[in-house]
């Protein structure tokens, strides 16, 4: 089934923002790792991702992963929503499909993914551990920083962009 829900994609845009594996969560309801899981199971690991679900939309999650002999693939779901962490994923659909506020402009939008896709490669080549930096600056663990923030981690991993209009 490849019907993306829309509970899925605010799903991935909330797991992408706060780096969560949530695979994890089902792991320890599944002894015996076979992907599946039963219904009051998925329900609970869902409860314990700090995401507010509708009941219409675990309804909705749960018509989709079901087997027919009444499990849950969890697999699946967890595959389709970890895709956000996939290097193959297309950054322009991911930023659209975010709940982002910001609206770009076409040139912008291409300006942007083209600018991540150089960072992207520039930290992998470098192999840069890039997270500790960001992380020295986010006290609180809540995923934020300043702009100001944002520009010396940059300096310091020398991932700055060539033009300071791109800030």
Excluded: W
């Amino acid at each position: 089934m490849n019907i993306e829900l829309d509970v899925e994609k605010n799903l991935q845009a909330q797991v992408a923002k706060d780096r969560i594996r949530i695979k994890e969560f089902f792991i320890d309801f599944d002894k015996l790792r076979k992907g599946v899981v039963g219904e009051a199971a998925f329900r609970t690991c869902l409860g314990t991702l700090n995401f507010q679900f509708k009941e219409s939309e675990i309804r909705q999650l749960l018509t989709k992963y079901t087997q027919t002999g009444g499990l849950v693939d969890y697999a699946s779901f967890c595959a389709n929503i970890d895709r956000v962490f996939d290097y193959s994923v297309n950054h322009r659909d991911f930023i659209e499909n975010s709940k982002s506020t910001a609206k770009f402009t076409e040139s912008e939008l291409d300006t942007l993914c083209q600018l991540l896709s150089c960072i992207r490669s520039e930290i992998k080549n470098q192999r840069i551990l890039i997270k500790p930096q960001f992380m020295d600056y986010d006290k609180t663990k809540s995923c934020h920083i300043t702009v100001e923030q944002f520009r010396r981690v940059m300096k310091v991993t020398k991932l700055i962009p060539p033009s300071e209009e791109l800030f």
